[in-house]
Structures are given as structure tokens and as C-alpha cells.
């Protein structure tokens, strides 16, 4: 852990609240994470005070709160495989898929982002009638193989391997074509500063025409990426109807989602919901 005194001000002024933030970033920067305890030790303040500096530098998107601390914001240089994506994190995409469901009802043509958080939707569409699925995800094509109550259109284009869906100018070219009741969105990477973003350029207008194409756009996304970036930018949260995420995301997540006049679903609160009922 750094000395307190390698880090106090070079007057030996007390330090204002900036200057101890800023200090703070740049000892993320070194350590990437960092406990409340050791904050209190570096800058010899409360635990109070420590919480306030992260809650300010989780509100600019800076650094996000973990457990007990606080970690830098991450870039996300290349986004993981369907295979690794698909056997982690099951029991938080099935309780988001059923916040989703709350939102579908029969006859409705419905956009279907690639991911495996998306694919948990699937089931309750096929309970539905006259349903329409607009994807460009083959995992999601393969689950309604065998639902020919379903009517299913898959926008072609150039093949992602890793991610088993298409990409690119043909995918955006089909999109351009549809008009959707609600899009299903999915990202590899978020934050209340940069929004949803992706390291890959080829899918960038793929997501933003699925967007525009949809009467009502919703996220779901799960906390384990919130607080990382990519290079390419594709929305501002702010651009969604709806965020569904897990009960793991960080209160000033959820307080600066909602504070954007966007609807934030999440399992705890749909049980609170019903519990009173």
C-alpha cells in the first residue's frame, strides 16, 4: 500500500476534496483497485468521506464501487466468446429475461440483439401467439428451430465467429426494412458516462439502426459490465425506454440511470413490487 506521505500535497496544505480524488484515480491507475481501508490510511480521513469521493468519481464515470472498494474504469479491448459468455452468469440473465417478459404481450414483432442474455427471452416468446422475431443472432434462430409459431427473419451480413451472429452493412441493410414494437438490446460494455460502446466498429450501426427501427428500445445488460468502455460509442443510456440489469448494480448506478428519466428494472424491485400486491 502507498505511504500517506508520498501522496499528500507538496505545500502541506490541507487537501481539498478535488485534489484527493484526483489522487485517488492516480493510485487506481497503479493498483486498478483499491479498499475503503486503505483510502482512509492514505488520506487519513473518515469512511464517510472515502464513500463520497467514490460515489462523485462513480457519477463521472471515472472509477465504480465494488465490494468493500473501489476499482478504476476498464477499457474492454475485444469482447469474449459466445462459448465463455454462454456458461457464466445464467441465473442473472434467466431473472432479466423474466423482467423482459414483462414487457411482450402476443402479436408483436420483436428485435432480438445478439447474446446470451437475449436468448434467455426466447422461451417466453414462443409461449405467445402471432409473435415476429427479427435477430441477427444464430443461437437465437437455433432456439426458435423448432417453434413454427413464430415467424422468424434473420438480418444476413458478414459472419462474427466468436459471436455467432452477423455484422455489418448486409445486417444493417435488413434492419433498414423493419419496423419493430420493442428492441432487445445487448452490450459487452456500459457506464452512465459513455453509454453502451463496443470494440467492434463492424457493430456499431448495426445496433443504433435496430434502435431507430424500434417503437420502444430496451437494455439488458448485466452489472458485471458496468464500469468498462470500448472504443466505439453506439448509445447513450439515455436513448433507452427501459434498462434491465441484476441486483448486483451499484445503488449510484441505479440512482444516476434513473435520474436520466430512464425506467430501471431489477429483480429485487420487481419482487418488492410483488410482495405488496
Known amino acids: 500500500m502507498p505511504n500517506p506521505k508520498d501522496i499528500a500535497s507538496d505545500s502541506g496544505a490541507p487537501m481539498i476534496p478535488e485534489q484527493r480524488r484526483e489522487l485517488i484515480l492516480r493510485q487506481l491507475r497503479k493498483h486498478q483497485v483499491l479498499s475503503v481501508h486503505q483510502l482512509m490510511e492514505m488520506f487519513d480521513c473518515s469512511h464517510m468521506t472515502v464513500r463520497r469521493d467514490i ?14 472498494g473501489v476499482r478504476i474504469a476498464s477499457q474492454l479491448h475485444s469482447e469474449p466468446s ?5 456458461v457464466v452468469e445464467l441465473p442473472q440473465k434467466q431473472a432479466m429475461a423474466r423482467l423482459a417478459a414483462r414487457l411482450l404481450h402476443a402479436d408483436m414483432t420483436v428485435y432480438l440483439d445478439a447474446g446470451t442474455s437475449t436468448l434467455e427471452i ?5 409461449a405467445l401467439s402471432g409473435m415476429t422475431v427479427v435477430t441477427n443472432d444464430f443461437g437465437i434462430v437455433q432456439a426458435l ?3 413454427p409459431q413464430v415467424t422468424v427473419i434473420h438480418t444476413g451480413g458478414q459472419l462474427d465467429h466468436d ?3 452477423c455484422v455489418g452493412g448486409l445486417a444493417v441493410a435488413t434492419l433498414r426494412q423493419v419496423v419493430t414494437d420493442i428492441a ?8 452512465l458516462r459513455r453509454g453502451i460502446t463496443t470494440p467492434s466498429a463492424l457493430k456499431v450501426e448495426v445496433k443504433q439502426v435496430a434502435m431507430q427501427s424500434a417503437s420502444q428500445v430496451v437494455l439488458v445488460a448485466s452489472s458485471s459490465k458496468y464500469g468498462t468502455f470500448s ?5 447513450g443510456l439515455e436513448q433507452f425506454d427501459v434498462i434491465i440489469s441484476d441486483d448486483d448494480l451499484a ?4 440512482d444516476g440511470i434513473r435520474k436520466q428519466g430512464v425506467e430501471l428494472l431489477l429483480p429485487s424491485d420487481s419482487q418488492a413490487v410483488a410482495a405488496k400486491d
Open 184 to 191: 432487445f438490446m445487448s452490450t459487452s460494455s456500459w457506464d
Open 55 to 68: 460515489a462523485l468519481l462513480e457519477q463521472e464515470g471515472r472509477a465504480y464501487s465494488v465490494t468493500g
Open 145 to 147: 428451430m423448432e417453434a
Open 231 to 235: 472504443m466505439y460509442r453506439i448509445a
Open 82 to 86: 459466445h462459448q465463455s459468455k454462454a
Open 251 to 254: 445503488q449510484a448506478a441505479a
Open 163 to 165: 459471436n455467432h451472429s
Open 122 to 126: 426466447v422461451p417466453y416468446i414462443k
